[in-house]
């Protein structure tokens, strides 16, 4: 067995198409799906600057499919938690064209930037190239990330992971932690700054600081997945 990570950009899926809006935030599924057929609901996490979360969730609950958006932490915690109710009939879903098509994936995706990252578990002799295109024909842009055996995971990470710092991360959080890198802050008994991070980009040193930690949390969450 394989596991293989897809961007997806899912068009005319509320998420994906307002959240190219809005680059600097993260949305992740924090529960699956509950209620009926007509009317279904689960819980996301957003991680972004509070501005951005606010205008995202204004146009979010203007969607057609979308009855009830209702925030249950404030804008300016860690990770903000919404509740989002919506009509499945109105709902292009992508986890059920996966499982329509037999394919077995992690619950939920993260979505950054307009784009999908979803995590497959397929059978060597499955098909890749045709999952993609069964994707594509229902009018989504489908990218292959990674395609590993589960053996070479076992045994090697084989992450890749600069690909998947350049899919998780935004262009400016990407900027600040390879400055970071770079200057030697995260070297022990280090003397770099945070301001001295923040001259090098030139923004504000506040603004480096949060993109910095943002850039940590992702980079941390992806690769705690595989030690765990």
């Known amino acids: 067995m ?10 005319g899926e509320p998420e994906s198409d307002i959240s190219k809006k809005y ?39 203007d969607a057609d499919p979308v009855l009830d958006v209702t925030p249950l932490t404030p804008f300016d915690a860690a990770r903000v938690a919404v509740a989002i109710t919506y009509d499945s009939y109105q ?3 992508i986890s059920q064209r996966l499982s329509d098509m037999g394919i077995h994936h992690r619950t939920g995706a993260t979505i950054t930037a307009g784009w999908e990252r979803w995590t497959l578990y397929v059978d060597d002799g499955d098909d890749v190239g045709e999952i993609i295109e ?8 489908t990218e292959l990330v990674r395609n590993v055996a589960l053996s070479e995971l076992d045994g090697q990470s084989h992450l890749e992971l600069f690909e998947v710092l ?19 802050y995260y ?4 003397d770099v700054t945070i301001e001295d991070i923040s001259d090098q980009v030139g923004i ?14 992702k980079v941390m969450d992806e690769v705690g997945e595989y030690l765990l």
């Open 2 to 11: 394989r596991e293989v990570t897809l961007r997806v950009r899912h068009h």
């Open 23 to 61: 680059p600097d935030i993260t949305l992740e599924s924090a529960s699956s799906m509950t209620g009926s057929a007509a009317e279904r609901k689960r819980i996301i996490e957003i991680t972004g600057p509070a501005d951005s979360i606010e205008g995202f969730l204004d146009d979010f609950e």
């Open 91 to 93: 709902w292009d879903s």
């Open 134 to 141: 069964s994707l594509e024909r229902a009018g989504n842009d």
């Open 166 to 184: 350049e899919d998780e991360l935004t262009s400016r959080q990407l900027e600040v932690l390879k400055t970071a890198i770079d200057l030697g």
């Open 187 to 190: 070297r022990p008994k280090t």
């Open 204 to 217: 504000a040193p506040t603004t480096t600081w949060e993109h910095l930690a943002r850039a940590e949390h």
